[in-house]
């Protein structure tokens, strides 16, 4: 299958519809929400939460002997809110440091849940197969009803944010300033970090524990590259996070034996590379030709300065020199030459250069910031 | 018990011990999370070294997927120095894409290879006795027994010689490169022997169960000890307990070796955590409502002492002066007579010499700040504390 008939099977077969729908659902509520989690320096509470939420899916179907998707979602965000919170339990109240906590609550949750898990296969009911699904995703499994649930969480936290959209702003930039004028920071602290856990809750069944994270944070990250103004970040990563979803089931659904969810991953990783590389202000490939033309610009100035301390020992500052006096000084090129009389700042005359006024009084401003350049 | 389970323990303890030596210094390097990257992230290592070896235990794939284990902390390093992003964002985004990879390749070359996520992941120690070493011919015991046997010996041997400058750097990386000590030798040795560890264990127990193996019992026993030296003892025994207890759990629910393992793992936490005497939950809380107690009783001196008129000391003024709970205010008036701070005449409240030789001190302590004022304050006057 190619793609141009994946867009063309994509307004006829339901399926692939409902799937391309879901994974770029989830990608656009993973980006919004994972802009808060990046920005509040726990780009990883997401990779710990998603393991943290595996017991609570073994221990949904232990207590209820359902598959219910609902019913085991819900376990699951309990368990993935007591890791949450048990982290910032052990951040606040011992000396150990935030990436042990994470790690800690990351393995220790899995492997219980891995206990239970296979407890619940050596179990006689049959109706268990399935629950691995939660392991490493299969977005081949979503139907309408758990698209539905995502578009409905979607709306929710849209709205959420939407409502406490100066609040939340206030606390990831300036907690203390938050709190001076009276707002409940703990509050709204809770708020954010229930609407992430929930989003992970959503996407396990999606990407699978271990790449839920990369969906969280990817986009957010990428985004950010791009701006510095929290509304767009938050509304770019929704767009990337939705691209990365759509194209990612694009790729996977037309070749075989593709997994879903590590494909979307990588497409997102893929527009993190590219914003790291090509964002105008922030990516390295800008930054690099900033640097080297600075480089230049520096180069240029200082043989103007080298030139302006031999004309300020002639008493006209017009005195043409021989380009070989300037040997001595090592930052000259014929090309740097040419592009200083370019600026007009000097006169070239076959082997010889001479000042001019505009050049001079460069020169002698050169260490004068008050002067405007061009 | 049968010799497969014998096997099976020696193994687990094997993996305990080699993950806890560099775990302690991960946790104190505030680098746990690196050993969740390592672990994922050696995945497409592994797949390549079987495409190349066709054998899971050869110890080229155990170079080569520890190669990916370095190539990971060099890529979080990376993108971490071009400042664009944070250190866990960094992490956050190198271990998902090259796991992905690992997954992806896997999926492509199903028919091809015998390996499965799933191993990869959660490990199955159950199986790890009937791979066999055979040394001349004759049955040399598990394969995984000798390869962790190795690698233990490697760690042990690396951790005798440089204890004394992975301690220095540890702790101080400003004196240690002061002292001429490398840290980025160091941090690169750790790092590689942390995915030598990740790698040779990950085929007998799993990914995570190695995270649990790196982190907890390190993180149990820095709530127990500041002493690196006990940590590091603290920390082997947790984990061998954890592993010899856990595999006898498996053996009574009959399910994963791995998941129990870690259960055991998290039992052990869950009391140190709680229960540690000065560093655990329960004693950080009781300290802290103490402390609450006794700065208020301080607040309460100071006032007594700012008012000499007798109806600014009368006890029912004063609740409402400081606006205190009525509990509160009990506890902190009797603590206060229990120390013989202060006594009571027709509900008028005074200081004692030894309440106003109290209260001088601490003023001289707030108006100073020096930190020898208040050392022996607490010593020297209470006979009961908060």
């Known amino acids: 299958m190619s793609i141009t008939e994946y867009f063309n099977l994509l307004f006829t077969d ?11 659902v989830l990608g656009a509520i993973c980006g919004m929400l994972g802009s808060f989690a990046v920005l509040r320096k726990q780009s990883l509470l997401g990779d710990a939460i998603s393991h943290a939420a595996l017991p609570g899916i073994a221990i949904a179907f232990l207590i209820t002997g359902a598959k219910d998707t609902n019913i085991l979602l819900l376990g699951a965000l309990v368990s993935g809110l007591i890791g949450a919170f048990w982290i910032r339990g052990m951040i606040s109240k011992t000396h150990l440091k935030s990436d042990t906590a994470l790690g800690l609550v990351l393995s220790l949750f899995f492997g219980f849940g891995m206990l239970l898990l296979t407890y619940i296969q050596k179990q006689p009911n049959a109706n268990q197969a399935g629950l691995d699904k939660y392991l490493f995703g299969q977005a081949a499994t979503l139907v309408e009803s758990d698209v539905l649930l995502m578009v409905l969480v979607t709306a929710i936290a849209l709205v959420v944010v939407l409502l406490f959209w100066k609040e939340f702003k206030l606390l990831l930039f300036d907690q203390d300033y938050a709190n001076t004028l009276g707002f409940n920071t703990r509050v709204i602290d809770i708020l954010i970090t229930f609407f992430i856990v929930l989003a992970i809750v959503i996407g396990l069944q999606t990407v699978g524990v271990v790449l839920m994270s990369a969906m969280l944070l990817a986009p957010a990250a990428a985004a950010r590259q791009w701006t510095s103004s929290l509304a767009v970040m938050v509304f770019l990563a929704a767009l990337i996070g939705g691209f990365s979803g759509v194209f990612g089931t694009a790729i996977s659904a037309t070749q075989n034996n593709l997994s879903t969810g590590p494909v979307i991953v990588l497409v997102a990783s893929f527009f993190v590379v590219v914003s790291f590389v090509f964002s105008p202000t922030r990516g390295l490939l800008f930054k690099q030709i900033r640097l080297i033309k600075n480089r230049r610009d520096l180069q240029l100035k200082k043989t103007l300065q080298f ?3 031999i004309a300020q020992t002639h008493e006209n500052i017009d005195h043409p020199h021989t380009i070989r006096i300037l040997n001595n000084f090592q930052g000259f090129t014929k090309k740097s030459l040419r592009k200083m009389e370019e600026n007009q700042w000097i006169l070239l005359n076959k082997q010889q250069w ?4 505009k050049g001079f009084t460069e020169a002698q401003n050169l260490f004068n910031q008050q002067t405007q350049h061009e | 018990m049968s010799s497969p389970q014998i096997e099976i323990q020696i193994i687990a303890a094997l993996v305990a011990v080699s993950c806890a030596i560099p775990g302690v210094f991960l946790v104190l390097r505030k680098m746990a999370l690196i050993s969740d990257a390592i672990s994922h992230s050696i995945l497409p290592g592994i797949v390549l070294g079987f495409f190349i070896t066709q054998d899971l235990n050869s110890p080229l794939l155990i170079i080569l997927a520890a190669g990916t284990g370095i190539i990971t902390v060099v890529l979080v390093e990376r993108i971490q120095k071009t400042g664009l992003v944070k250190e866990d964002t960094a992490i956050g985004l190198v271990f998902p894409a090259l796991f992905s990879v690992g997954v992806l390749l896997i999926a492509k070359n199903a028919n091809d290879i015998h390996l499965d996520v799933d191993a990869v ?23 995984a027994a000798w390869i962790m046997g190795v690698i233990l010996l490697i ?7 440089f204890f004394k400058e992975l301690k220095v750097s540890t702790f101080d990386v400003g004196l240690s490169s002061a002292l001429g000590f490398s840290p980025a030798i160091l941090h690169y040795g750790l790092m590689s022997v942390s995915s030598v560890t990740v790698v040779g264990a990950f085929d007998a127990v799993g990914a995570i169960l190695v995270v649990a193996l790196m982190i ?4 149990a026993a820095y709530l127990l000890t500041a002493d690196l030296k006990k940590m590091l003892w603290l920390s082997v025994f947790f984990g061998v307990f954890a592993a010899i207890s856990g595999y006898w759990l498996a053996h009574w629910l009959d399910s994963s070796i791995a998941g129990s393992i870690t259960t055991v793992l998290a039992l052990v936490f869950l009391l140190v955590y709680f229960f540690a005497p000065k560093k655990g939950l329960l004693s950080v809380m009781y300290r802290q409502k103490q402390q609450r107690t006794e700065v208020s009783l301080l607040t309460f001196l100071l006032h007594l ?3 000499q008129e007798t109806q600014e000391r009368h006890i029912n003024h004063l609740r409402e002066h400081i606006n205190w709970q009525q509990v509160k205010a009990n506890t902190v008036v009797g603590l206060a007579l229990d120390n013989n701070l202060i006594t009571i005449t027709n509900e008028v409240i005074s200081l004692t010499t030894k309440g106003l030789s109290f209260t001088q001190t601490a003023l001289e302590y707030i108006i100073t700040n020096k930190d020898d004022k208040i050392e022996h304050l607490k010593d020297d006057f209470f006979l009961f504390r908060g």
């Open chain 2, 216 to 219: 907890a019992p390190a993180a």
């Open chain 2, 121 to 143: 992941l959660l490990g199955e120690l159950a199986f790890a006795p009937f791979d066999r070493f055979l040394l001349l011919g004759i049955d040399a015991g598990p394969k």
């Open chain 1, 307 to 309: 030139m302006y301390g």
């Open chain 2, 305 to 307: 002492n700012n008012h």
């Open chain 1, 354 to 357: 001479s000042l001019t006024l």
């Open chain 2, 155 to 161: 760690t042990l041997s690396l951790l005798y010689l």
């Open chain 1, 14 to 24: 339901y399926t692939l519809r409902t799937i391309s729908l879901g994974t770029s």
